[in-house]
Nanobody, 121 residues
Framework: QVQLVESGGGLVQTGGSLRLSCAASGSTFNINAMGWYRQAPGKQRTLVATISSGGSTNYADSVKGRFTISRDGAKAPVYLQMNSLKPEDTDVYYC???????????????WGQGTQVTVSS
């Protein structure tokens, strides 16, 4: 199972910036896509941004033009640069990785532990 470790959350004022990072541990897997999702208490987890192994990106409409997802290589961490933050961006942000094992081909869908992002008005 792939382990994901996130960092970079915190408290920021409206209009500020934060950068989240997520690193995957282990060496016997192939990651097809990574992404960031967010979840407020009592609500469903929703997509923020994803990036494929080929570099294709996808963003939620609410963050287009403000957030940028990036990854520099197959085993590299994934980053989420968040600019022009708004109070409605306040949530717990989760890293996600989808892929398969080199050893047996079994697919996985792993989640990080979550990191809190709070934007004050």
């Amino acid at each position: 199972q792939v382990q994901l470790v996130e960092s970079g959350g915190g408290l920021v004022q409206t209009g500020g910036s934060l950068r989240l990072s997520c690193a995957a541990s282990g060496s016997t897997f192939n990651i097809n896509a990574m992404g960031w999702y967010r979840q407020a208490p009592g609500k469903q987890r929703t997509l923020v941004a994803t990036i494929s192994s080929g570099g294709s990106t996808n963003y939620a409409d609410s963050v287009k033009g403000r957030f940028t997802i990036s990854r520099d290589g197959a085993k590299a961490p994934v980053y989420l640069q968040m600019n022009s933050l708004k109070p409605e961006d306040t949530d717990v942000y989760y890293c996600n990785a989808k892929g398969s094992s080199y050893i047996n081909g079994v697919s996985f869908n792993s989640w990080g532990q979550g990191t809190q992002v709070t934007v004050s008005s």
